[in-house]
């Protein structure tokens, strides 16, 4: 095994600091995160109630939030379970990009824009597709 260099540790560390940037940057970008009991209360549920919904959940300092641009007045943004549920890729942080970064296979819109327009459908074979390798 070769050992790490000093330059290896300072890219490792930049590449860190970007990531964290990134994910600073998108819990940011559309509203913000609320906590569980926040989140089902503003959607009418009780936190019992929202464990059991298929929706984006970040782990952030230990604490279980939930980005609020799933919300849609005083419910959820309709299609969002669905598309959440039809995920082939697991990892939360990379579900969040997907929602918040433009998508060749919704004509480079974002996913969460496509939702709110009512592209459901669309969106949920997009989310299949996401993390796939091989032309859009």
């Not at 604490?63 to 598309?83: D, S, W």
């Not at 918040?100 to 074979?125: F, K, M, N, S, Y």
Request: glycine share 10%; net charge negative.
């Amino acid at each position: 095994m070769q050992a790490i260099s000093a330059a290896d540790t300072v890219i490792l560390a930049e590449a860190c600091t970007r990531g964290s940037t990134m994910k600073r940057t998108m819990v940011t970008l559309e509203g913000r995160v609320l906590s569980r009991d926040e989140f089902a209360g503003r959607i009418g549920l009780t936190p019992e109630e929202l464990e059991a919904q298929f929706l984006l959940c970040l782990d952030i300092d230990g604490e279980r939030v939930y980005p609020a641009f799933q919300i849609a007045g005083a419910g959820l943004l309709p299609g969002m379970g669905t598309v959440v549920e039809a995920f082939a890729i697991k990892e939360p942080w990379m579900r969040v990009n997907f929602m918040l970064t433009g998508d060749a296979r919704l004509d480079g819109q974002r996913p969460i824009d496509a939702l709110r327009q009512g592209r459901i459908v669309e969106v949920i074979q997009a989310a299949r597709a996401y993390g796939e390798h091989g032309a859009a």
